[in-house]
């Protein structure tokens, strides 16, 4: 491994960690920046240790893991009885959220949003809360999945890269 190639594995790592800071601070694109390490690495080395059938299985872990964050929410929120009213708050409050108060704002903007529509609907406060916990409760699933598929993925490219081993070839 040359000096070019150290800088070049250097770059990759750094933006994937900073694709892992975005799993804590959502306006980061998380588990996609960590594709785009690999990518940018597989392209400048020719594909030599970090092969097409890598890049798909990171695309396909990717995509997984963009639907089950933004499904997480809703799923959390439905399973502690949220009504079609919250599942459109919290959609509604990941908007606000993210315009007023972005990292923070993504996380409880969508919890404030079920709520606050929960009650709009008619649901009492303890029913209306129970189902921003659930909200709240699907958020943090989605964040752990995410933390798990993006060490995976971190893991899988520094042992493509230090490994002759291309079982994944």
């Given at each position: 491994m040359g000096f070019g190639e150290i800088i070049l594995f250097a770059i990759?790592?750094?933006?994937?960690?900073?694709?892992?800071?975005?799993?804590?601070?959502?306006?980061?694109?998380?588990?996609?920046?960590i594709w785009l390490g690999?990518?940018?690495?597989?392209?400048?080395t020719?594909?030599?240790?970090?092969?097409w059938m890598?890049?798909?299985?990171?695309?396909?872990?990717?995509?997984?893991s963009i639907v089950f964050e933004n499904l997480g929410n809703v799923y959390g929120a439905k399973k502690f009885g949220a009504?079609?009213?919250?599942?459109?708050?919290?959609v509604i409050g990941t908007g606000v959220g993210f315009y007023l108060?972005?990292?923070?704002?993504?996380?409880?903007?969508?919890?404030?949003?079920?709520?606050i529509f929960e009650l709009i609907g008619g649901k009492g406060y303890k029913g209306a809360l129970k189902s921003g916990l659930g909200n709240?409760?699907?958020?943090?699933?989605?964040?752990?999945?995410k933390i798990i598929i993006g060490l995976t993925m971190i893991s899988i490219f520094i042992?493509?890269?230090?490994?002759?081993?291309?079982?994944?070839r």
């Open positions: 990759s790592l750094m933006i994937m960690f900073v694709g892992m800071a975005g799993i804590i601070v959502p306006i980061i694109p998380s588990i996609p920046l690999a990518f940018l690495y597989a392209i400048f020719h594909f030599e240790k970090i092969s890598v890049l798909l299985i990171f695309a396909l872990l990717t995509i997984f009504t079609r009213w919250g599942i459109i708050g919290s108060g972005g990292p923070i704002g993504l996380i409880l903007g969508p919890v404030v949003g079920t709520v709240f409760v699907g958020f943090l699933g989605g964040s752990l999945i042992w493509k890269v230090f490994l002759k081993v291309n079982v994944l």
